[in-house]
């Protein structure tokens, strides 16, 4: 992987309205503390991911608090989507990356989670 591949364009952010509902509606998805994620894969020409991060304002009230959560989240799949990638068939993938737990882990727990995350996904594939 080339160090411009680290990057996270717009291109791989899950921003659809539609691909947003057909996702929840028809998508699986599973749990690896602290996130719930839900993916939806279809065939296609050529392999793409899309990623949608969420941290609910349910279970974190202040902003600063999900907006942290969320920069982790993002930086830990920035750096890690290579695991996904090298394993990609051709296919499109949406995949949502929901913060579900009430504390604020630190950021080596979420790139553990979001590692495993990609690895069960690769695998999957």
């Known amino acids: 992987m080339k160090m411009s591949d680290f ?3 717009y291109a791989e952010r899950l921003r659809s309205f539609g691909a947003v509902r057909r996702l929840f ?8 503390y602290p996130f719930r994620y839900v993916v ?3 065939p296609d020409d050529r392999f ?4 949608l ?8 009230k202040r902003a600063n608090v999900r907006n942290l959560l969320r920069r982790r989240t993002k930086e830990a799949y920035r ?6 990638y090298d394993a990609g068939k051709s296919a499109a993938v949406d995949l949502a990356l929901i913060y579900s ?3 604020v882990v630190d950021y080596k727990t979420v790139e553990y989670a979001v ?3 990609l690895a069960s996904l690769a695998e999957d594939l």
């Open 7 to 9: 990057g996270l364009p």
């Open 25 to 32: 509606s028809s998508g699986s998805g599973g749990f690896v």
């Open 40 to 42: 939806f894969a279809e």
């Open 48 to 51: 793409s991911v899309e990623v």
């Open 53 to 60: 991060f969420s941290v609910p304002k349910r279970n974190h």
């Open 79 to 84: 750096l890690n989507k290579s695991i996904i």
């Open 101 to 103: 737990s009430k504390e």
């Open 115 to 117: 590692k495993r995350i």
